[in-house]
């Protein structure tokens, strides 16, 4: 995340580890930690071999992999700057433009500009401010930056909770709700979806921009489908068969299905639940 003096991003520098813990890394020019594949991935603004070095040798574990790279080849070679999508506008901290929500992407999925987040977007807020749906409560799963689950916020609902098992992204997404005014509202907490899914049943709409794996993992889960509504997103045209394969027909029904490049995002209704 940006820390002053930082107000932007230019270069990253990225340290791979082979270390399965996130080690305490207390330096001004630090972005930000995560675990990924059992590998602690370490992302500065200036270049930190001394500093790694002396992380090897402090935790006892090796420098796998590095490599600096311009902030917009982070984001697929893409600037991040405001986008406009229904009637909100969406801007990152370092621009200074009037905006509904400002966000501090730093080096975590959600900044608005994959197909996918967009298009979920679109979505929420289409449920969230039709009057006759009235979601009060919305789960986001895989929240990222936490942009879904702060413009759920903002556009009614006032139960929302926003998890991800990336302590970062938590981390980023507490901070964006902050930025945004409604840390009251959302709830980060960073828990595994595949071992730990909070209870669905208690929330009127289910955001989850995931991965093909995840989802299957989570609709062979009874406990998944306890909710009334269902943004999903994360999986693309060819791997539509398998994940309807996947599904429950008899208790959801399609409200919605759409596409945006190779990428499909599918609203469901559960027919117990939601009566429209
Ligand atoms: C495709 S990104 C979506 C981010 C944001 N919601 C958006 O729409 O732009 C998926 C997110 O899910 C998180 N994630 C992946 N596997 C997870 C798991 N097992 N449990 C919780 N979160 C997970 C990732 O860390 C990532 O932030």
Redesign the pocket.
């Known amino acids: 995340m940006l820390q002053p003096p930082y107000t932007h991003y230019d270069r990253l520098y990225v340290y791979h580890l082979d270390l399965k813990a996130i080690p305490e890394v207390n330096d001004p020019d630090l972005i930000g930690v995560w675990i990924e594949d059992d590998m602690a991935v370490l992302f500065f603004h200036l270049p930190k071999e001394d500093l790694v070095a002396s992380i090897c040798r402090q935790y006892n574990c090796n420098l796998v992999y590095h490599a600096d790279m311009d902030y917009r080849d982070w984001e697929s070679g893409q600037e991040i700057s405001s986008f406009t999508t229904g009637n909100i506008t969406v801007a990152p901290v370092w621009e200074n433009v009037p905006a509904d929500i400002r966000l501090d992407p730093s080096v975590?999925?959600?900044t608005?500009f994959?197909p996918?987040?967009r298009i979920?977007l679109d979505l929420l807020l289409t449920y969230c401010t039709t009057p006759e749906i009235k979601i009060s409560s919305v789960l986001?799963?895989?929240?990222?930056?936490g942009?879904?689950g702060i413009a759920a916020a903002m556009h009614g609902a006032t139960k929302v909770t926003a998890?991800?098992?990336?302590p970062l992204?938590c981390q980023v997404a507490q901070a964006n709700c902050r930025l945004n005014t409604v840390e009251d509202r959302v709830d980060v907490r960073q828990?595994?979806?595949?071992t730990n899914l909070p209870d669905t049943g208690q929330y009127n709409l289910v955001v989850a921009?995931?991965?093909k794996g995840?989802l299957e993992e989570l609709f062979d889960n009874p406990s998944f489908w306890q909710a009334d509504l269902y943004i999903l997103?994360?999986f693309i045209h060819s791997m539509e068969a398998d994940l309807l394969a996947a599904f429950p027909t008899e208790s959801l029904r399609f409200l919605d299905r759409k596409r945006a490049d190779k990428w499909c995002v599918w609203v469901l209704a559960n027919k117990e639940r939601y009566v429209s």
């Not at 986001?140 to 930056?145: A, H, R, S, V, W």
Request: aromatic share 6%; net charge negative.
């Open positions: 975590i999925f959600g608005g994959h996918t987040t979920c986001d799963l895989g929240t990222g930056t942009l879904l998890v991800d098992n990336n992204a828990l595994d979806l595949r921009n995931l991965y995840l997103s994360g």
